[in-house]
């Protein structure tokens, strides 16, 4: 009966001294944990959100005031710059695959794709060679590192021969 008093309704979950699961107490702690993040994460986002609002909003009021050939120019400056910065994320996203594939073909690790990638190829190239230098100096480093120790000493003359298997065969 005392052992069925101390056990709780989970499996193996026991009670602790104030009466409560230990099981129960993990739940809570994460679910604290999880509430924590997710309150950090939603207050980011309306603060990104607000100033959003606030940026349009000011932009709205300049292109109020502005003449129809001035909120042209502006729109037109806008698509461009976005235009751009689109152009740039592909191109940069472009390079990173290239410089994966070259990795891959090379049998590097492809998760340094973003550190070695370039818009120019000559450039990546060389990067790749750099990367790929260090990498093997690194691999070689760690190997030697492993492998430090004493080289097993194994000797063929007759005379030191003890092996009483060896000396029955007549080696």
């Known amino acids: 009966m005392d052992e069925k008093k101390k056990q709780g309704t989970l499996n193996g979950d026991t009670k602790n001294e104030n009466g409560g699961h230990k099981n129960d107490e993990l739940k809570n ?16 986002w309306e603060k990104d959100f607000s100033d959003r609002i606030v940026s349009e909003r000011e932009d709205a009021a300049k292109m109020a005031t502005m003449s129809a050939e001035d909120r042209a120019k502006a729109e037109m400056d806008k698509r461009q710059k976005d235009f751009e910065n689109e ?64 080289p097993p000493k194994i000797s063929r003359e007759k005379e030191n021969l003890t092996d009483p298997f060896l000396s029955g065969l007549g080696m």
């Open 29 to 44: 702690l994460i679910a604290g944990y999880v509430a924590e993040a997710i309150k950090n994460e939603k207050a980011t």
């Open 87 to 150: 152009r740039q994320q592909y191109v940069s996203e472009r390079a990173e695959f290239e410089a994966a594939k070259e990795l891959a073909a090379q049998n590097l690790p492809v998760n340094f794709a973003r550190m070695v990638a370039d818009a120019d190829k000559d450039i990546m190239a060389e990067n790749i060679e750099r990367f790929k230098a260090e990498y093997m100096k690194a691999i070689e480093s760690g190997l030697s590192e492993r492998l430090k120790g004493v």
